[in-house]
């Protein structure tokens, strides 16, 4: 039905122009599913102009478009062209800010392609709201809207719906049956999944590299009973270098940095450590460490940060200080 009321749309006010527009900090689902939707519209209406845009691209999503044709603009669009404005994987007018004030005073009509929770503002505002609250993405929508006309995506199509149904799923964690047929109807038009899912590692430029090693080279490891901590230094990615070391098998690491006599603190701990001890690093750590570095601190359970005052050899004493405080001491 979906694609079908689209097209009806389209017919009935004449449609020359149709932008289409992501939510700001365009995330590869926004991006390859309004890339697919186009192409598709396309091919159904070849005379329709189509303008895809968004107020700004993720950087994952920035990276994927050297390896797909998308373009994709994020230069405010002539709203006043436009005979119709469909909005992807968007669920609210606010998530096109800062365009979202200027879209609700048009008359244009608005679709609404999305797989969130649908919004009761945007049903007001919407002349078409295409919701799929059990949809993994909103890929996994537009590649329905093949399903409903018998029509198979090209290469190039199917690919970028790959993209965003894996990005969406966490590599396919959240999928559902319906997502894994169709990721493998998407293999079989000709997707190289291991290439795919590759390019959906956010490339690494050399200083955050060599910042993670350096963060390596200088770490201090700690036994605490059963918990391996592991701290370090390092003058920039501190938040980058945490999660490595995490990734590396530390269970809970301390990553500190200073600059001009500030000191910033990255932490994060595995899930287990936080289950097992119940140390939220966010409260038990991070804000009473902010306290003695005359500074703040705070976050989550798993993942927090603190900024304060003083030398990196400081920082590490003191959280090691309140770490032993909060762990058996069984130090080896
Ligand atoms: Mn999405």
Redesign the pocket.
């Known amino acids: 039905m979906a694609i079908r009321e689209i097209l009806a749309l389209t017919d009935k006010v004449g449609a020359k122009r149709v932008l289409i527009l992501c939510h700001h900090n365009a ?1 590869p ?2 991006v390859c599913s309004a890339y697919a939707f186009e192409r598709l519209l396309k091919r159904l209406r070849p005379r329709i102009r189509t303008d895809v845009r968004a107020p700004s691209i993720s950087k994952l999503s920035k990276a994927l478009l050297d390896s797909l044709p998308i373009k994709i603009s994020v230069d405010q669009p002539p709203f006043e062209k436009a005979d119709i404005i469909v909005m992807m ?1 968007t669920n609210t007018v606010q998530q096109l800010e800062p365009w979202g004030s200027l879209i609700t005073g048009l008359s244009v009509p608005l679709i609404f392609i999305d ?2 929770a649908s919004h009761p503002e945007t049903v007001k505002i919407a002349e078409l709201y295409i919701s799929d609250e059990e949809a993994s ?2 890929c996994e929508i537009v590649y329905g809207f093949y399903k409903e006309l018998g029509l198979k995506p090209t290469a190039e199509e199917a690919k970028a719906l790959f993209l ?1 149904i894996s990005f ?1 799923t966490k590599h396919f964690i959240l999928a559902t049956s319906k997502t894994f047929r169709i990721a493998a109807d998407l293999i079989e038009e000709g997707v190289d999944a291991q290439e795919a899912l590759s390019l959906l590692a956010l490339p690494m430029d050399a200083s955050e590299r060599i910042a993670r090693l350096k963060a390596c080279q200088r770490l201090k490891i700690l036994r605490l009973g059963e918990w391996i901590i592991a701290l370090t230094h390092i003058g920039a990615y501190q938040a980058s270098a945490a999660r490595a070391l995490i990734d590396m098998g530390a269970h809970l690491t301390v990553v500190a940095g200073e600059k001009d006599g500030e000191v910033q603190v990255s932490l994060r701990s595995s899930r287990e450590f936080y289950e097992k001890t119940g140390i939220h690093l966010g409260r038990d750590l991070a804000k009473p460490l902010g306290e003695r570095l005359r500074g703040m601190g705070g976050g989550h359970s798993t993942s927090a940060g603190v900024n304060g005052f003083g030398r990196v050899e400081e920082a590490l004493e003191e959280a090691e200080r309140i770490l032993k405080e909060n762990l058996p001491t069984s130090e080896q």
């Open positions: 995330d689902d926004a994987d797989h969130h993405s909103t965003g969406d």
